[in-house]
């Protein structure tokens, strides 16, 4: 597989944080090899957010992330810092950077340390810029930094290639194991097992292509040596009816639940790409429980749809449309529905009764989880949109059943 062609929701993002002129953009040069990120003595060389995508070994595809400084000031600072904020809600690992001459007060790093701790991440400490200090006191410093705010520190200079390794072994030590599901369906399939894929064949599926989603599930089929037929819904029946066994699993647009669902023999598993994409981005148990709200939900409540990627709404858009649709032909007419795309999140969530979120094929897995955070820590039931269409259809256990972990749900 072709490295650079992995998608950058697929990636592990590392971010580097630190005040201006901590040597962040330096550290990313000596990480990446190369001159990734602009560097200056003056202050504040980094307004907005840079993100390079990399192979690190033995880590694999990893995106970091350039943030600008943390002591930023003005309006314009205050903007800076709030583009900073809104990525660590895209990190996996997060590098917190002191300056050697610097370290004396660290009340601004301890500020931000919890900032990041907030978000679930492991942080590691870097003690940068030794250079510029006596080397007899390094030590003495480092440890002091790591009892002070309990965390792991590394001492390095951005200057010294000799420290390259020791910053690559720190992020390896560190780096988080489940940034990414291993498997997006390897695991609920036998070696040789087929494996029918419907994929969708309306207005929003690419011409002369496959949606993202389609894309991982087939190799992440080919990975775990499954056999992936692909085939559109009007040629469905026929392709059950040419296959001497049934297949050990059918993976379908959500969109077309309710007719696979009356065509499929009931011991044979189904789900779908939306399923597939938020178990592997998301947690599929929370999105279950959101789902299960959908029954009691009034006439009077509001309800928000999420959506990663801010494609333009076209006819009969899934999200836009047919959602809002079928969820006021269930609740009633009046029920309110919300949009919201891309990036912009509503801060004011307590106002509805359930989200509604997209698969998150555009999404890290930290991005979604933070948003699966944000949703609980106002008491609002999140779902993801294949969850929510298998509810509104009435087939959501059927669905699910083939995910062991939900086995008690």
Known sequence: MDLQSTPRANRLHIGFYGRRNAGKSSLINLVTGQQTALVSDHAGTTT???????????????????????????????????????????????????????????????????????????VIGVLNQIDRVGSDCVENIRSGLEEDMGIPFTAVSANGREYRAELLSAIVKHAPTDFESPTLVGDIFSRGDAVVLVAPQDIQA????????????????????????????????????????????????????????????????????????????????????????????KESDKVLIAEACTHAPLQEDIGREKLPRWLRERVGSGLTVDISTGLDFPSNLNEYALILHCGGCMFTRKQLMSRIIKADAENVPITNYGVAIAAINGILERVIEVFPELKNQ
């Open 206 to 297: 690419p011409k002369g292509r496959l949606i993202l989603p389609q894309v991982q599930v087939i190799r992440d089929i080919l990975d775990n040596g499954g056999l992936a037929l692909t085939v559109t819904f009007d040629c469905f029946p026929k392709l059950l009816d040419s296959l001497k066994e049934l297949p050990a699993l059918v993976i379908t647009d959500s969109q077309v639940f309710p007719q696979v669902n009356s065509i499929l023999p009931r011991d044979v598993p189904l789900t779908s790409f939306s399923i597939v994409m938020a178990r592997s981005k998301g947690d599929l148990s929370t999105f279950v429980r959101g789902a299960r709200v959908i029954n009691s939900l």
């Open 48 to 122: 907005d957010p840079v993100i390079k995508s990399m192979e690190l070994l033995p880590l694999g595809p990893v995106a970091v992330i350039d943030t600008a400084g943390l002591d930023d000031e003005g309006d314009l600072g205050k903007l800076r810092i709030s583009r900073t904020m809104e990525m660590m809600d895209r990190t996996d690992l997060a590098l917190l950077i002191v300056s050697a001459p610097d370290a004396g007060d660290t009340s601004l790093e301890r500020g931000w340390l919890e900032e990041l701790k907030k978000r679930k991440m492991p």
